[in-house]
C-alpha cells in the first residue's frame, strides 16, 4: 500500500523523487525551479481545506518512520520540506473541532513528532474552549502520553511536554493529579519533564513555586505534605 502512496507522488517527469509533504488534494504545492530543484508554494496553503491539511501533516510524519524508507524503490529519494509542513500544521491550528478525531487518533502515533502535534493541536482546541463534550476523554489520552515512558530517543518526550502543556489548558483534577504523577515517579527523575510539571502544577493551585530556589524540590516537598 504505502509504495502504491509513494507512486501517486512522483511527477511522469521526475520519476527518481518524492515529494513530501504532498497529497492530492493540494494542486500545485510543487514546482519545479531552475536547476530541476523542487520547491514547495506556501501560497497555495491559504485556503486549502483541513482534510488536505491533515493529509500533509501525515505524509511529513510518516516520512519520518522506517517503513516510508523502506519501501523507497531503488534509484528514489525523498525531497522533504520541513517548511511545507509548518505551514500546513500553523494552518491546521487556527481551524476547528473539526480535527478532534483525527488529532486524538495521532496522540498514539509511532513517530513522537505526530504525537507532539496532535497533543498541541488539542491544547490550542482547549485553549479556546472547543472540545466539547469530548473534552473528559481527551483530557484522559493526553495524561497518558504526558506519562508515556521514552522507548528509542529521549527526543520523544518533547510529544510529553506538549501533553502537558495542553492538560493545563483544561485543567481540572486529572491534569493536577497527572502533574503529580510526573513529579513523584522516579522514571523523570533526571529529566526536564518534571519542570515543566512544575510549573503547570504552579499555574493550576496557584502555589508559588516557580519562586523558590528549587522549583521542582518546593512542589516536590508541598505534595509531601498533602499526600
Known sequence: ???????????????????????????????YTSGDSPK????????????A??????????SHLPEFKAALPD?????RSYEAYVAAFNA????????????????????YDAREGAAVLLGELARRDLLGDQQDAIAAELAELAQRPWNKDTKEVQAN?????????IGGPICIDTM???LTSSHWQEDDLQWSATEVLAQVTEHP???????????????????
Not at 534509484?75 to 525531497?79: F, L, Q
Not at 511536554?161 to 489548558?169: D, F, G, I, K, Y
Not at 519562586?211 to 512542589?219: G, H, I, K, L, N
Open 1 to 31: 500500500m504505502l509504495k502504491k502512496i509513494l507512486e501517486s507522488f512522483r511527477r511522469p517527469n521526475k520519476s527518481n523523487l518524492v515529494l513530501v509533504p504532498s497529497s492530492e488534494k493540494v494542486a500545485g504545492l510543487w514546482t
Open 40 to 51: 514547495p508554494v506556501l501560497s497555495v496553503l491559504r485556503d486549502v481545506t483541513s482534510p
Open 53 to 62: 491539511l491533515m493529509e500533509l501533516c501525515d505524509d511529513y510524519w510518516n
Open 75 to 79: 534509484g528514489v529519494r525523498a525531497v
Open 92 to 111: 491546521l491550528v487556527a481551524r476547528g473541532p473539526e480535527i478532534i478525531h483525527w488529532a486524538r487518533e495521532r496522540l498514539s502515533h509511532p513517530g
Open 161 to 169: 511536554e506538549a501533553a502537558v502543556r495542553a492538560l493545563a489548558n
Open 180 to 182: 503529580c504523577q510526573i
Open 209 to 227: 513555586f516557580m519562586e523558590a530556589e528549587d522549583p521542582v524540590q518546593a512542589a516536590k516537598d508541598w505534595l509531601d505534605l498533602h499526600a
